[in-house]
């Protein structure tokens, strides 16, 4: 029977471009409802050397996708002919993918990021549970469209450095930590250039709690009225 509903999820995936790459950022709990369940589920993935994939929504949906992308992989592996897949033709396979079974009534219930550098250029394309897709020099899926993506529009330029890029993805990771329930402060942090794919450890962004509204919101909600 089709899955209804999600039940342990992901929540925001955020991507960057830069000049000589690609960076794509999470968090790593998966969320049992409301009940932050598994804290050390790492949402993004390798596929190959300059291809990464980042997910948001029900994690086995995303671990069944994986195991669609190995099996690629493997393929390339038997071949033996120097060719392996390149970062659109990830993103171009997973579109068919999500949008065949979204045409079967049985959606995998995730928001996909596939980033990547090939040919010197970076890849940032985005794949949405009913297929819909595209791509851009900067995305993010859940929350982090409404909280993250206005900063990036802000601040992101295409030739950024690494060190630009990575302090505004710790900026936007550390504003979607402080507006979102279902995230917690453990994130893990991808990069793809022309040296290969690097996935970071799991690491904490240093926070700042004492802003009036949040020290006593019920006082301040009382006196906005």
Known sequence: MPCRYPYVTGTSMLGITYKDGVLLASDTLGAYGSTKRYKSFERIRKVNDVCVLGASGELSDFQYIMRLLEELSDDDF?????????????????????????NKFDPLWNSLVVGGFYAGQ???????????NYTDVHLATGFGNHLARPLMREKHRP???EEEATELMRECLKVCYYRDKNSI???????VSAEGVTISEPFALETDWKYKLFENPAANAAGAW
Not at 87 to 94: F, G, I, N, Q, R
Request: net charge positive; charged share 20%.
């Open 159 to 161: 030739d950024m450095s």
């Open 185 to 191: 402060n453990k994130f893990q942090m991808a990069k």
């Open 122 to 132: 970076p890849f940032l394309g985005t794949v949405g549970m009913i297929g819909t």
């Open 78 to 102: 038997c071949m033996d002919d120097g060719h392996h897949l390149k970062p659109a033709e990830v993103h171009s396979y997973l579109c068919r993918v999500l949008y065949n079974r979204r």
